[in-house]
């Protein structure tokens, strides 16, 4: 999975977080580093279609948290991907 | 390296660091920078800025891109061409019309074994000689050639050729070629039409090669590209929405 928009809402499944915060749990979930450009491109997409809202803050890092259709959004997606790796491993035990 | 982090951050859109500015910055102070986070920042803030554009906008720049583009085209060109020329005084025949005249007068005496000959005798085109045939040579030799009639009822004639000395000999020839055919065709030369070399021809004038269609199919070209892409970016961001 190296779509960023798909690990960023993933990393906010698991609970509110800001940016630094985003990152480094991407890093630690997938292994993957998204740069501060594509992390931030990806927050920006997401919020305008409404999958994830900025939080109140009175800090400079601004947390962010899903809403409902970015839960729904995720779900799909997950379960299509988990599809698709099940037949996969299916087939190469197969093969 | 700060430094160059801070000015690929400028590259974002105006409204887009109202929003995520202070956050961006509080992250880039957070992480441990690397080079690659220079482009990931650039790429970041060019592809923002083209989101945020609309369809004319993109059009509009990749149609001044593509004019751009084809000027540079333009003066790698090494299609620059001497030009040579002679002018005869040529008396108006009798009966029918004058350019008509002129125009069965041209064909008549630069037609095309003569144009075979010439090429062969001044190794013309050789390059084309080798990989196509004559015929293509002979159609080149065609569009270098020009015969215009000017308003003092002279004739002018020229040929275009990338070496001046050649453009020069080709253009003599020619000329000759016209007293010769004048006195050859007997309907042409039983006294109603006259032609005769009132000026040697001329040392060559330098052709630049003429820049404006090239921009323009460039231009052209570049708004196809343009809006092309702005019905990419649309239909990409309608299928995710």
Same mark, same amino acid.
């Given at each position: 999975m190296s779509d960023p928009t798909? @690990?960023?809402?993933?990393? @906010?499944?698991g609970g509110d977080k800001h940016g630094y915060a985003i990152m480094e749990d991407i890093q630690t979930l997938a292994g993957v580093r998204l740069g501060p450009g594509t992390l931030y491109g990806a927050i920006t997409r997401l919020e305008e279609r409404g999958w994830i809202r900025a939080l109140q803050s009175a800090d400079r890092r601004q947390p962010y948290r899903l809403t409902a259709d970015g839960r729904r959004y995720l779900q799909t997606e997950l379960r299509n991907l988990s599809q698709v790796a099940k037949i996969g491993l299916r087939r190469l035990e197969d093969a | 390296?700060? #430094?160059m982090i801070d000015w690929a951050a400028r590259l974002y859109p105006r409204s887009w660091r109202d929003r995520y500015g202070d956050e961006f910055e509080a992250l880039l102070e957070e992480i441990r920078p690397r080079w690659t986070d220079v482009l990931d920042i650039l790429k970041g803030g060019i592809s923002m800025r083209i989101l945020r554009w609309n369809s004319l906008r993109i059009a509009t720049l990749f149609a001044l891109a593509g004019g751009f583009a084809a000027i540079v085209v333009s003066f790698a060109m090494p299609a620059r061409l001497w030009r040579s020329g002679v002018t005869f005084v040529y008396q108006t025949p009798d009966t029918g019309h004058y350019a008509d005249h002129t125009a069965t007068f041209v064909r008549t !005496?630069? =037609?095309k074994d003569y144009l075979e000959r010439i090429i062969r005798t001044y190794n013309l085109y050789p390059e084309e000689r080798q990989q196509a045939s004559m015929a293509g040579a002979i159609k080149r030799a065609e569009r270098a050639t020009q015969a215009e009639i000017l308003r003092t009822g002279e004739f002018r004639l020229s040929f275009a050729y990338p070496d001046a000395v050649i453009a020069q000999r080709v253009t003599n =020839?020619? !000329?000759m070629q016209f007293v010769e055919a004048n006195f050859r065709n007997p309907e042409l030369a039983t006294? #109603? !039409?006259r032609v005769a070399i009132t000026q040697p021809a001329q040392p060559g004038v330098r052709e630049k090669p003429n820049r404006r269609p090239f921009a323009l199919t460039g231009a052209v070209c570049g708004i196809a590209i343009g809006v092309l892409a702005a019905w990419f970016r649309r239909r990409r961001h309608a299928a995710s929405a």
């Open positions: 798909l @690990l960023v809402l993933a990393s @906010l499944a | 390296m700060k #430094r !005496a630069l =037609n =020839n020619m !000329a006294g #109603r !039409a």
